[in-house]
Structure formats: C-alpha cells, structure tokens
C-alpha cells in the first residue's frame, strides 16, 4: 500500500546574524492513516528505485531503523527483474511496524538471509511497540538476549514470538523472562523448536514464504503453506502474557512455559537481523479490525483542567520545571506557564498555568493544567496575546519523549483578565514543536514558527524535518503548513527557530543550531 505525496514550494530567506541563506524547499506532506472499525488490508512489494524513495513510502506504516557502520548500506535490490528490500547490519536492521495490533491478523512475506548459526535474519509477531530496558540496556529486536543455551550463542530481542532462519530449517522461538545471573545475564532467555522448511528451500539462498496466523489467543506460523508450529499464550500481566504452550505441527506439546514474554496491550510485528542480511519482499497484513498506530494517540485532545485539586500539581511538590513563558493582559494580570512532571524530560510530563493580579507579588493556581493521557507528554509551553486582546496557549504533546512527529496544540481565552476565564477547546494545529510566538504579517496572516526534530532514522515526517512555518488566514480558526528550512548545513539540528518580517516583505527566520544561531 504505497503513500502518495503533495508537494508546494516556498522561497524563504533564512538569516544569520553576518551571513545570509536563501533556499527552496521542496516540501514533501505524509498523508497518515486513519485507524476505523472496518478490516484491514496492507501490501508491500518494494518496487522502488533507491532506498530512500522505499522509506518515504512506507515511513507511515514502518519505522526503518538504520545505523551508517561497517561499511553496509541497506538497499533496494533488483534481481530476475524482481525488487526487494535488503536489510544489513547495522546500517538497516530494523523494520518495526507503528501499528498496534488487537484483533485476528494475518502476516505474511517473503524472506531470505544471507547467514545461519549465531547471525542471522528474524520475523517478531507480539513484540511491543516500546522496546525492553534490562538494567540500563535496551533490548531492541537486533539486540543479544545474553542466553547462550549450549547450542546458539544468544538470540535477539526481548518480548514475542520470533522466527529465525537457519538454511534448510526454521527455528520458532518463545522469549521468557529469568532471573539475572549465569546463564541469563539479562534476565531474559528462550524457548524454541526447529523444524525443516518444506520442499527442500534453503533460505541462504531462496526467498522462504512465511505465514503467521494470531487468531484466538494461539500464533500459527506456516512455511511454504504448511504448518510449522503453534504457541497457545494466555494470563496477560502488566501487559505481558506470562503463559504459553509450544506445540509442533501435530499439536504435540514441546513446552509448557509460565515466564513467557508475548506482548498483550501494544503487540506489533517486525524484522530485524544481526551479523547478517535479511532480504525482504511481498509483505502483507490483513485485520479484522483497523489496528491503530501507536503514536496516534497523541492526536487525542487531552482535558483542559481549570484549578484542580491534584496534588502533584502543587507547588511544594512538583520536582523540576522547565521552559517558563508570560504574558501581560490589558488590565495587568498577568498569566505564565512552563512544564513538570516526573523528574525530567520524559513521558510523564505535563504543563501549568498561573496568574497574579499584583504584578507579580503573588500567584495563584494552577488555573489550568494540560496532563495528556499517558504515554503521552506536554511539554514547551508559550503565551501569546493576538491582535484582538484574545490569550492563547501553545504547547506541544508527543507519544513518549518525541515521536518523530509530536504536535503543535492550543486554546485560547477572549477574557484573559479575569482569574478563571473560560477557555476553547484544544485543536492540533501543527506537526512539531513552537516554541516561540507567532508574529502578525504586514497583511494580517498569522505565523507560527514550529520545527520537526529529527528522530534517528524515521523517514515518516520527511517533509517537515527542520525549521517551518504554519501560518492563519482566519485569525486562527484554521492553519497550514507554508514551507520551512530543511537544515543548516553543518549543523545536526535546526530548531527554537522565529521569524521577523522585513521592511521590504521578505521574512527573516533565526534558528538555533547545532553551529550557533543561523
């Protein structure tokens, strides 16, 4: 299921301080899918031309995790006139899908790998969207489990059931939670079976078609139509089934496991490898239901809480803030924001907002508190009065610490001297992150600087990547993306960027980079 894009084209002047840029920008806007109630079907053939042209494509449906070392590019190949994607260690060893899935789903494609033994190439059904953390090492789908079991030395990943090719045979494997120590280092390990893959395939050098079937509470996984295996799972705990029963293709039980990791509440598939290539082609995914992507609960509008009561939120015990603002009504009051929550930066993040009616002598609230659903944090906050004495508040919500996407949201107030003024809705109005006020142009449309961070090696929000600009025609009752600055060159980073306009009608947009203020 390929993606279509749109594309417009701005000429901005991007100044620094001694030096000027000017760039078009060829923009490029990923069109997201909806989840809904009706059956879902995905296909993917990778009949691209370059690599980067395959990530844009599938960047909403898959997160490609690649990693430039050992001189070893993923790529699109061609071959027998036919394209597949290749995946290599490390620059390409992950292909994790974004959804979750929780109704009867079918996975299928076609795979083959260019070793066997210890290395290898891997297909995950019910791992979970967020990767394990064993101590102070995450466990990704590439990454060792620290069980040697006196035949492999280690296998990959954390949580699911996942299968490994291995030449002529297949292994189908359980992860298990352990207790750290000898031979479990990481407190995690395995349970598996292999089995011959059907008529005399030899995935080192034959694409091997696989099937896996999750349907009641039992995985089936086929190769080459015939079954291989089944794991029967069961007693979700903090969103891990715990109990699962491996049987071979004749129903007979191999293991009876009580500490197995399958994931239950955000259960995806992925591929991945290690020390080896993974071929990749004709994947397919069909649900009974629309499976959401997991970072599209940041699209929900969180609760606007006016003076509450909870106890976290008080000063005396809120642990840390960061990123304050302020804003001054026509009768003086004066209102400022910043955000908390948790410790640091993280997922349990939200933001305040207090006011005084003495200059500042004292202050009272919090009058509102933005606390988005967990995992889902707000974070920068800003103040802004526009040119009608309206007070709005911007801030930005992500799935996790960034989703490579994150979200511009805001509310407004048309009465901001009073001390517990009523408030509108909040609306998404941007993809990013502001942090600095909008401006008013010379013909009354409104500008709202934001910027899309990058997110190692996300491909989905290509377009926005960088320093842009969204601007409103209707004094904010609606706003669209108008263009931005893709980077700086030398620099890993463009952001916090704002924008002046000139005498002459050009704009001048500042931004904070990796080099300095461009």
């Known amino acids: 299921m390929k993606r279509t894009r749109k594309f417009t084209v701005l000429s901005i002047l991007c100044m620094a301080v001694v030096s000027s840029l000017i ?12 989840a809904g109630s009706n059956s879902f079907v995905y296909e993917e053939d990778f009949e691209y031309s370059t690599l980067e042209e395959a990530a844009r494509s599938i960047g909403s449906e898959w997160n490609l995790e690649t990693m430039q070392s050992w001189g070893l590019q993923s790529t699109i190949v061609s071959e027998n006139g036919n394209r597949f994607l290749r995946l290599t260690w490390k620059d390409g060893r992950l292909l994790k899908n974004r959804r979750v899935f929780d109704s009867p789903t079918i996975f299928s494609g076609k795979f ?3 070793q066997a033994g210890a290395a290898g190439g891997f297909v995950f059904v019910r791992t979970t969207q967020t990767s394990y953390v064993a101590g102070s090492k995450t466990i990704n789908e590439y990454e060792n489990d ?8 280690y296998g990959v990943g954390a949580t699911g059931v996942y299968l490994k090719f291995q030449g002529t045979k297949l292994q189908i494997n359980v992860r298990t939670q352990e207790e750290v120590g000898a031979p479990y280092t990481k407190g995690l390990g395995r349970k598996y079976i292999e089995v011959d893959i059907p008529n005399g395939k030899n995935s080192l050098n034959q694409f091997v078609s696989v099937t896996i079937e ?5 995985i089936k996984v086929y190769a080459e139509g015939q079954l291989m295996a089944s794991v029967e799972y069961s007693n979700s705990v903090d969103g891990i089934y715990r109990n699962a029963v491996l049987k071979d293709a004749g129903g007979n039980v191999i293991y009876n496991i009580t500490n ?3 994931a239950d509440k955000d259960a995806t598939f992925a591929i991945s490898n290690r020390g080896a290539t993974i071929d990749v082609d004709d994947l397919r995914i069909e649900a ?3 499976p959401k992507i997991a970072r599209d609960i940041a699209l929900e509008a969180p609760a606007v809480q006016r003076y509450p009561g909870t106890a976290e939120y008080l000063d005396g015990n809120r642990q840390w803030q960061g990123i304050p603002g302020i804003e001054k009504a026509s009768n003086g009051r004066l209102w400022t924001t910043w955000y908390s929550g948790s410790t640091t930066e993280n997922e349990y993040n939200w933001l305040v907002l207090y006011t005084s009616d003495n200059d500042g002598a004292s202050w009272a609230g919090p009058a509102v508190v ?5 995992p889902v944090r707000a974070f920068d906050p800003m103040l802004w009065t526009d040119p009608d004495g309206r007070m709005w508040l911007f801030w930005s919500q992500s799935y996790y610490m960034f989703d490579g996407r994150a979200g511009v949201w805001a509310i407004y107030t048309d009465n901001p001297g009073d001390a517990n003024p009523s408030w509108s809705e909040p609306v998404r109005i941007a993809n990013g992150v502001a942090m600095n006020k909008p401006i008013v142009l010379s013909d009354g449309t409104w500008m709202l600087p934001t910027s899309v961070w990058r997110h190692g090696n996300d491909w989905s929000m290509y377009g926005e990547i960088g320093s842009n600009v969204y601007v409103s025609t209707d004094k904010g009752k ?7 600055v893709k980077g700086i060159q030398g620099s890993s980073s463009a952001d916090e960027n704002m924008v002046v306009e000139l005498g002459d009608g050009s704009l001048m947009m500042y931004i904070r980079t990796t080099i300095g203020i461009e």
């Open 23 to 34: 760039a078009i920008i060829a923009i490029t806007t990923p069109r997201d899918v909806k």
């Open 112 to 114: 083959k790998v260019n």
């Open 146 to 153: 620290g069980y040697k079991d006196g035949v492999y030395d």
């Open 214 to 218: 999750d349907r009641n509470n039992t």
């Open 260 to 262: 197995a990791r399958i």
């Open 288 to 290: 009974e239901k629309t």
């Open 370 to 374: 933005i606390d988005p659903v967990y």
């Open 478 to 484: 609606t706003w669209s993306f108008r263009g931005g």
